[in-house]
Nanobody, 117 residues
């Protein structure tokens, strides 16, 4: 079965950087598209960035130019490199994945990112 495990969350100051990682036990990983979502207190879960099995990326407008999503098929991982973090980036970040051709989403447990001065 598919398992997604996030790591890398923490407390950072505004303008700082952080890298999140997610390891997926999904085979074949090469046909597993993934992404990062986040949910702030009192708000709906929202898309942050996605990366397809074909390396097509999509970013929320709020993070374009600041965040970069990548994947390593050999390690079966995705990363989210976050730069110039802002207070509004504070949220629980969730790793997401789905098999190509499917609409069923798998989710990780979430990792807290807190941006505070």
């Amino acid at each position: 079965q598919v398992q997604l495990v996030e790591s890398g969350g923490g407390l950072v100051q505004p303008g700082g950087s952080l890298r999140l990682s997610c390891t997926a036990s999904a085979r074949p990983f090469s046909t597993f598209s993934m992404g990062w979502y986040r949910q702030a207190p009192g708000k709906e879960r929202e898309l942050v960035a996605t990366i397809t099995s074909g390396l097509i990326t999509k970013y929320a407008d709020s993070v374009k130019g600041r965040f970069t999503i990548s994947r390593d098929n050999a390690k079966q991982t995705i990363d989210l490199r976050m730069n110039n973090l802002k207070f509004e980036d504070t949220a629980v970040y969730y790793c997401n994945g789905r098999w190509d051709g499917s609409n069923y989403d798998y989710w990780g447990q979430g990792t807290q990112v807190t941006v505070s001065s």
